[in-house]
């Protein structure tokens, strides 16, 4: 290996060194091999994420290659993350400027970047759950069917439908290529030779064996029809699906051989992580990219034993297909492990040899047997449990290193349940239903209450709930009157005669659930939503739970969820909501949330499929029996051929059953995440009393690796813990150490500086923890415009004239997709059209072609953990020598210079601390290759006179010197949390309200 001195100041050197020395030969091999096809073999815990890094850290020492030319996927933000933070601590801020990304974020940044080759996307809406619901019932009732719609039940295969529709555009393929793959299917099942009984009492007859597979095909030839009109409703209504991104942009990169070569141009490495988890889609991308050359520099990482969900032995073909597709592939096997104990290493191997060389482990922890909990009950198990983690607690084990895994996400809930009850802190990292949180479900009764104002019953319901602290002695009082419920809340008379407590309080409630109802009416859903859950006291509510991060989480589910459904119903009610959650009800349709996971010092309770790619000390696998870990009744009422899985051209149709491969994966991934300690619970009885097996992949474990651990003498407290209170979580992390990681993980904006400055309540609500928040009709005025903006100037960059009417119609596209309310979507539009077409006819023959378009900074360093970022509107390239003038777009009235820099009374010059920022953030962009001129702010909509108007400054060394030290100063404060007991000069500012409210 070589390290040249001009390149390695792209690498930290001596890190780099350290690093690379510390590599065993199989990694130094795969580092070094910069140039062709690469493939590796990485079980758990060989240091495939390390490996990855030090590979792209390296290619940035050894070549000339800018860190904007290498391509990292992967299949998680969490990975992502972990990926960047890691190659960060080799590179430093360059590791910013790598395109680390997951399949689908790939995707979305080439249709963003290139929407002009996405019709079917661009101006059309993400569908909502319901909407694709509401579509394929309409089809189900509109199409002629028999086997796909039973005479009992109509809907019966719905979901299943669904969720084949979507699987087969996961694999690539379209109606048409189904359509052809399932008459291939039937040729072949028509020619199996003992299909029919040749003699006896069922001569004639096809065997049963056969029967379920000839439905199989029957469904699946209605699916084609069902699946093609589905296709052709999605176009008609501007909708587009959640798979639709990846495999539009696999169909655009086939078809548009410019794209693919702009973008093969760009990406010059390409490395690959969980290859083995790809689908057909993603792989067809891939393969795209590589096209160019006949040895493309890409760089796969994967583990067949580690894949779940896919096709059986879809998995291993992904790495023959890459072996035959390169045929000077160099393949590479990691079998030294440095995260778990020998014995851990054993027993996985004993699940899963899968014919590859044993794991050796290097970590050097003290070897101990895997402990085998056998409990009486499930309840006795949660309560054994719980028992065993406050012991580790108490021995100073950090809780952010216990694991709980499970099968199911419904498995987390009696065991969260008893984690609290014992004090135990916490956090779900799972995806969770919204809807099922109890405290979500005390907002929708709040809701429910609002749009059935007038409703005794529910009313009444809605007193009940700890949030009004309405004693309930009070609320019996007001049932049991002789007078209507509301009629009792608004009158202090009636209330005092009654003997009733808090009366201010149901007076309070009377004022505003009325209010709530005066602007449901007047106002759009995402509105009410907002002013119900501020002002009701909800957020407040929540923000004062100890598992306020979770919380906050699930309310920006629901929140997202009704701002999507507006985007595609303008007049959107609370009624319609409700409408909507009766047909989620109906068909199981969930909306899905993940936590938080940057609560510190917590134990961490996920499904083992959640946990690819974590590591924790102690690691419990509960509920370990069978048919819940492998041999589970899975019955697939539409059961898609091989061919939709395979890479291959040619592939032998399968019509064998169901085997426990994907089982089997997931409980050796579950039982890999262990560094010292794996324990495996299960109860001989289940909830109904009925006698449980243990899992046969504990029975596939050589017993001498298997310690039983005696469980009678754990249980004498169980009763008292299963009656007692639920206590108040002991804080789990200071609030400085949470809010410090939330800052950290954030990259530090314009937006965010000037929020601060503006209010820290602002910026800590809005930046930092990003509570929901409704966009008002000027903001979302203001996205379309500059969505507008963007997409006329991509192609006005590439030389392009669109033309005025391009220009508009762009801005009417993006409107559309906009959450705004009809009375306020007449008035922004007419008013977009008007500046639009004005700013175009009174700029257009000045505007330069030499340009670049939404130019997005990110990882500028400023040290102490500031890292900034920055998008700018537009850049003016003026010479050869890199110099530029920026441009941001201002839409509203212009303002005057003065007010600009600040100057005036009614300014603080965040406009002109925006140039500023940007300046700051050029000039420590690729070691200041870009040399800023000046800033411009340029304004859309003319003045009252009808001139438009823009402003040029130019921007003194001394300003960025005192930015450079604001920022700092500022991000002082924040980590200090010195600004916790201030607030603003707005006396009105809604932020500091509800701060004081938080105790």
């Given at each position: 290996?070589?390290?040249?001195?001009?390149?390695?100041?792209k690498v930290?050197?001596?890190?780099?060194?350290?690093?690379?020395?510390k590599?065993?030969?199989?990694?130094?091999?795969?580092?070094?091999?910069?140039e062709?096809?690469?493939m590796?073999?990485?079980g758990?815990?060989t240091?495939?994420?390390?490996?990855l890094?030090?590979?792209?850290a390296?290619?940035?020492?050894e070549?000339?290659?800018?860190?904007?030319?290498?391509l990292a996927?992967?299949?998680?933000?969490?990975?992502?993350?972990?990926?960047?933070?890691?190659?960060?601590?080799?590179?430093?801020?360059e590791?910013?400027?790598?395109?680390?990304?997951?399949?689908?974020?790939?995707?979305n940044?080439?249709?963003?970047?290139?929407?002009?080759d996405?019709?079917?996307?661009?101006?059309?809406?993400?569908?909502?759950?319901?909407?694709q619901?509401?579509?394929?019932?309409?089809?189900?009732?509109?199409l002629?069917?028999?086997?796909?719609?039973?005479?009992?039940?109509r809907?019966f295969?719905?979901?299943?439908?669904?969720?084949?529709?979507?699987?087969?555009?996961q694999?690539?393929?379209l109606?048409?290529?189904?359509?052809?793959i399932?008459?291939?299917?039937?040729?072949?099942?028509?020619?199996i030779?003992?299909?029919?009984?040749?003699?006896?009492?069922?001569?004639?007859?096809?065997k049963?064996?056969?029967?379920?597979?000839?439905?199989?095909?029957k469904r699946?030839?209605?699916l084609?029809?069902?699946?093609?009109?589905?296709q052709k409703?999605?176009?008609?209504?501007?909708?587009?699906?959640?798979s639709?991104?990846?495999?539009?942009?696999?169909?655009?990169?086939?078809?548009?051989?410019?794209?693919?070569?702009?973008?093969?141009e760009?990406?010059?490495?390409i490395?690959?992580?969980?290859?083995?988890?790809?689908?057909?889609?993603?792989?067809k991308?891939l393969?795209?990219l590589?096209?160019?050359?006949?040895?493309?520099?890409?760089?796969?990482v994967?583990?067949?034993?580690?894949?779940?969900?896919?096709?059986?032995g879809?998995s291993?073909?992904?790495?023959m297909?890459?072996?035959?597709?390169?045929?000077?592939?160099?393949l590479?096997?990691l079998?030294?492990?440095?995260?778990?104990?020998?014995?851990?290493l054993?027993?996985?191997?004993?699940?899963?040899?899968k014919?590859?060389?044993?794991l050796?482990?290097?970590?050097?922890?003290?070897?101990?047997?895997?402990?085998?909990?056998?409990?009486?009950?499930?309840?006795?198990?949660?309560?054994?449990?719980?028992?065993?983690i406050?012991?580790?607690?108490?021995?100073?084990?950090?809780?952010s290193?216990?694991?709980?895994?499970?099968?199911?996400?419904?498995d987390?809930?009696?065991?969260?349940?008893?984690?609290?009850?014992?004090?135990?802190?916490f956090v779900?990292e799972?995806?969770?239903?919204?809807?099922?949180d109890?405290?979500i479900?005390?907002?929708?009764i709040?809701?429910?209450s609002?749009?059935?104002?007038?409703?005794p019953s529910?009313?009444v319901?809605m007193l009940?709930?700890?949030i009004?602290?309405?004693?309930?002695?009070?609320?019996y009082?007001?049932?049991?009157?002789?007078?209507?419920?509301?009629d009792?809340?608004?009158?202090?008379?009636?209330m005092?005669?009654?003997g009733?407590?808090?009366?201010?309080?149901?007076?309070?409630?009377?004022?505003?659930?009325?209010s709530?109802?005066?602007?449901?009416?007047?106002?759009g859903?995402?509105?009410?939503?907002?002013?119900?859950v501020?002002?009701?006291g909800?957020?407040?509510?929540?923000?004062?739970?100890?598992?306020?991060?979770?919380k906050?989480?699930?309310?920006?589910?629901?929140?997202?969820?009704i701002?999507?459904?507006?985007?595609?119903?303008?007049?959107?009610t609370?009624?319609?909501?409700?409408?909507?959650?009766?047909?989620?009800?109906?068909?199981?349709?969930?909306?899905?949330t993940?936590v938080?996971?940057?609560?510190?010092n917590r134990?961490?309770?996920?499904t083992?499929?959640?946990?690819?790619?974590?590591?924790?000390?102690?690691?419990?696998?509960?509920?370990?029996?069978?048919?819940?870990?492998?041999?589970?009744?899975?019955?697939e009422?539409i059961?898609l051929?091989r061919?939709?899985?395979?890479?291959?051209?040619?592939?032998?149709?399968?019509?064998?059953?169901?085997?426990?491969?994907?089982?089997?994966?997931?409980?050796?991934?579950a039982?890999?995440?262990?560094?010292?300690?794996?324990?495996?619970?299960?109860?001989?009885?289940?909830q109904?009393?009925?006698?449980?097996?243990?899992?046969?992949?504990?029975?596939?474990?050589k017993?001498?690796?298997?310690?039983?651990v005696?469980?009678?003498?754990?249980?004498?407290k169980?009763?008292?813990?299963?009656?007692?209170?639920?206590?108040?979580?002991?804080?789990?992390?200071?609030?400085?150490?949470f809010?410090?990681q939330?800052?950290?993980?954030?990259m530090?904006?314009?937006?965010?500086?000037n929020?601060y400055?503006?209010c820290?309540?602002?910026?800590?609500?809005?930046?930092?923890?990003?509570i929901?928040?409704?966009?008002?009709k000027?903001?979302?005025?203001g996205?379309?415009?500059?969505?507008?903006?963007?997409?006329?100037?991509d192609?006005?960059?590439?030389?392009?004239n669109?033309?005025?009417?391009?220009?508009i119609?762009r801005?009417?596209e993006?409107?559309?997709?906009?959450?705004?309310?009809?009375?306020?979507?007449?008035?922004a539009?007419s008013k977009?059209?008007?500046?639009?077409?004005?700013?175009?006819?009174?700029?257009?023959?000045?505007w330069?072609?030499?340009?670049?378009?939404?130019?997005?900074?990110?990882?500028i360093d400023?040290?102490g953990g500031?890292?900034?970022?920055?998008?700018?509107?537009?850049?003016?390239?003026?010479?050869?020598?890199?110099?530029?003038?920026?441009?941001?777009?201002?839409?509203?009235?212009?303002?005057?210079?003065?007010?600009?820099?600040?100057?005036?009374?009614?300014?603080k010059?965040?406009y002109?601390?925006?140039l500023?920022?940007?300046?700051l953030?050029?000039?420590h962009?690729?070691?200041?290759?870009?040399?800023?001129?000046?800033?411009?702010?340029?304004?859309?909509?003319?003045?009252?006179?009808?001139?438009?108007?823009k402003?040029?400054?130019?921007?003194?060394?001394?300003e960025m010197v005192?930015?450079?030290?604001?920022?700092?100063?500022?991000?002082?404060?924040?980590?200090?949390?010195?600004?916790?007991?201030?607030?603003?000069?707005?006396?009105?500012?809604?932020?500091?309200?509800?701060?004081?409210?938080?105790?």
């Amino acid at each position: 290996m070589k390290l040249t001195g001009k390149n390695m100041r792209k690498v930290s050197q001596n890190k780099f060194k350290i690093a690379y020395r510390k590599l065993n030969p199989e990694q130094k091999q795969a580092v070094d091999a910069i140039e062709g096809p690469v493939m590796v073999i990485a079980g758990p815990g060989t240091g495939k994420t390390h490996l990855l890094t030090m590979r792209i850290a390296n290619i940035l020492a050894e070549t000339d290659t800018p860190p904007e030319a290498v391509l990292a996927l992967t299949f998680t933000e969490s990975a992502v993350a972990s990926m960047r933070k890691k190659l960060s601590e080799l590179i430093g801020s360059e590791a910013y400027r790598v395109n680390i990304t997951t399949f689908r974020g790939f995707a979305n940044d080439i249709i963003k970047n290139y929407p002009d080759d996405f019709p079917n996307i661009i101006g059309s809406t993400n569908i909502s759950d319901v909407d694709q619901v509401q579509i394929v019932r309409q089809i189900i009732d509109s199409l002629e069917l028999f086997n796909l719609r039973p005479f009992g039940s109509r809907y019966f295969y719905l979901r299943s439908i669904i969720n084949a529709i979507n699987e087969l555009k996961q694999q690539g393929v379209l109606p048409e290529e189904f359509s052809q793959i399932i008459n291939d299917q039937e040729k072949v099942f028509l020619k199996i030779e003992d299909l029919y009984h040749k003699k006896g009492a069922h001569k004639g007859k096809m065997k049963g064996k056969y029967i379920d597979m000839q439905k199989h095909i029957k469904r699946n030839k209605e699916l084609i029809s069902i699946y093609d009109e589905y296709q052709k409703s999605l176009s008609n209504l501007r909708f587009y699906d959640y798979s639709d991104m990846i495999v539009q942009a696999m169909v655009v990169l086939k078809k548009n051989n410019d794209l693919l070569l702009t973008l093969q141009e760009q990406y010059l490495y390409i490395l690959v992580d969980e290859h083995q988890d790809t689908n057909t889609a993603q792989n067809k991308i891939l393969e795209l990219l590589a096209s160019y050359h006949k040895d493309p520099n890409i760089f796969i990482v994967g583990d067949e034993k580690q894949a779940i969900f896919r096709f059986q032995g879809a998995s291993m073909e992904n790495f023959m297909y890459f072996k035959n597709l390169y045929k000077n592939v160099k393949l590479i096997t990691l079998w030294r492990n440095y995260r778990s104990t020998q014995t851990i290493l054993n027993a996985a191997y004993d699940l899963n040899s899968k014919d590859s060389k044993k794991l050796l482990a290097k970590a050097g922890h003290k070897e101990s047997l895997i402990n085998l909990y056998i409990l009486p009950t499930q309840e006795r198990e949660q309560y054994f449990l719980a028992q065993s983690i406050k012991k580790l607690l108490k021995q100073k084990v950090l809780a952010s290193q216990i694991a709980i895994l499970y099968r199911d996400n419904r498995d987390v809930i009696p065991v969260s349940r008893i984690l609290e009850k014992a004090g135990v802190p916490f956090v779900i990292e799972s995806n969770q239903d919204v809807l099922n949180d109890e405290d979500i479900r005390k907002l929708l009764i709040i809701l429910k209450s609002v749009q059935n104002f007038g409703s005794p019953s529910e009313l009444v319901e809605m007193l009940h709930i700890d949030i009004f602290k309405i004693p309930p002695l009070d609320v019996y009082k007001i049932a049991s009157l002789p007078l209507d419920p509301y009629d009792v809340i608004k009158d202090r008379k009636v209330m005092e005669k009654a003997g009733i407590e808090e009366i201010d309080k149901l007076l309070e409630i009377y004022k505003k659930v009325s209010s709530f109802k005066r602007g449901a009416k007047n106002k759009g859903a995402v509105q009410a939503f907002e002013d119900i859950v501020r002002e009701s006291g909800f957020l407040v509510y929540i923000l004062n739970k100890p598992s306020a991060a979770e919380k906050l989480a699930k309310l920006h589910a629901l929140f997202d969820q009704i701002k999507s459904l507006i985007e595609s119903h303008k007049d959107y009610t609370l009624e319609n909501f409700f409408e909507y959650l009766d047909i989620i009800k109906e068909h199981n349709v969930l909306i899905k949330t993940t936590v938080f996971e940057q609560a510190p010092n917590r134990v961490r309770l996920m499904t083992a499929h959640k946990s690819k790619g974590l590591e924790f000390e102690y690691v419990y696998i509960i509920n370990a029996v069978d048919g819940h870990w492998g041999s589970r009744r899975h019955y697939e009422h539409i059961k898609l051929p091989r061919r939709v899985y395979s890479l291959l051209k040619k592939v032998e149709e399968s019509f064998s059953g169901e085997s426990d491969e994907d089982e089997r994966n997931l409980f050796y991934v579950a039982l890999t995440r262990v560094r010292k300690q794996a324990s495996i619970l299960y109860a001989k009885q289940n909830q109904n009393g009925k006698e449980q097996l243990p899992s046969r992949f504990i029975m596939e474990i050589k017993p001498e690796l298997i310690k039983k651990v005696e469980t009678k003498v754990e249980l004498k407290k169980k009763e008292d813990l299963e009656f007692s209170l639920t206590p108040s979580l002991p804080s789990t992390a200071k609030e400085k150490e949470f809010l410090n990681q939330l800052f950290y993980q954030q990259m530090f904006s314009p937006t965010a500086l000037n929020n601060y400055l503006q209010c820290p309540w602002k910026y800590f609500y809005n930046n930092l923890l990003r509570i929901p928040g409704a966009p008002n009709k000027h903001l979302i005025f203001g996205t379309a415009v500059h969505n507008a903006l963007k997409s006329f100037f991509d192609r006005f960059g590439k030389g392009e004239n669109p033309g005025k009417k391009y220009l508009i119609n762009r801005f009417v596209e993006s409107l559309n997709s906009q959450p705004i309310q009809e009375k306020d979507y007449k008035e922004a539009l007419s008013k977009g059209k008007a500046a639009l077409s004005g700013y175009y006819d009174h700029y257009y023959k000045s505007w330069s072609k030499n340009i670049l378009n939404e130019f997005s900074i990110k990882g500028i360093d400023l040290g102490g953990g500031i890292i900034l970022s920055g998008k700018l509107d537009k850049i003016i390239l003026l010479d050869s020598s890199n110099n530029i003038n920026v441009i941001d777009y201002k839409t509203g009235k212009p303002r005057s210079r003065n007010e600009i820099e600040g100057l005036t009374k009614n300014s603080k010059g965040d406009y002109k601390r925006q140039l500023v920022f940007y300046n700051l953030l050029l000039n420590h962009y690729q070691e200041g290759k870009f040399n800023m001129k000046a800033g411009e702010i340029n304004f859309i909509e003319p003045d009252s006179k009808g001139n438009y108007k823009k402003e040029l400054f130019d921007i003194n060394p001394e300003e960025m010197v005192a930015l450079e030290k604001q920022i700092k100063a500022v991000a002082k404060e924040i980590l200090s949390l010195s600004f916790w007991d201030k607030t603003c000069d707005d006396p009105d500012c809604e932020y500091c309200k509800l701060r004081k409210m938080i105790k």
